[in-house]
């Protein structure tokens, strides 16, 4: 499968040990705002990434992202299992993009006198677009589950558009060049790992 640099290069650097989603809906739920700040942050490449694999322009993608977070604020009660909540986003994010597209046509429509619109229909390339998008948050997923110096090195050698060079990653990392290489099997090894451990087998990526 193929990621997007663009997609991913802002990865979020979080701890080892992630916190599940269990917790973070439970105390969104009890009214906490950092846990609600927590959340969106989780999954905000997830809901923008999709309207842009539809063809938005980025100014409709990110109104469509609010109108998915927005939801996501009155609608979490019902989310009866937290560990679907990805599944849910992305399922929410793609009915936004149909009713977008619709109510575009509909106006593109009145403007041209005709009265009614026809019903929209999702593009036969749904079911992949969907696909790449639960495989790019099993990404996000499994980098954040690697320690904090792994997760700068596998965004500067892969999600940088263009790579940094070896040079550069090893002042940033404060290691020696020589050790890089090394450095960086350890921490494909650790993301092969995690990827694993998620149920993703494999990424032509890396």
Known sequence: ?????????????????????????RECLAGSEGAWSELIDRYKNLIYSIPLKYGFSRDDAADIFQEVCIGLVSQLATVKD????????????????FHWN????RTTLLEDGVEDAPEFQAPPEVVEIMRQSEQEQAIREAIGRMPDRCQRLV??????????????VASD???????IGLFRQRCIQQLRKALSEIGVQSIDKI
């Not at 990392?173 to 050790?179: E, F, M, R, T």
């Open 102 to 105: 619709n109510k575009a046509k």
């Open 1 to 25: 499968m193929s990621i997007t640099p663009a997609e991913l290069q802002q990865v979020e650097r979080r701890p080892k040990q992630e916190c599940p989603d269990e917790r973070i809906v």
């Open 82 to 97: 937290p560990k679907a909540l990805p599944k849910w986003l992305m399922q929410v994010t793609a009915h936004k993009c």
């Open 173 to 179: 990392l404060g290691v020696a060049i020589g050790s």
């Open 155 to 168: 965004q500067m050698l892969f999600f940088e558009d263009p790579p940094r060079p070896y040079r550069e």
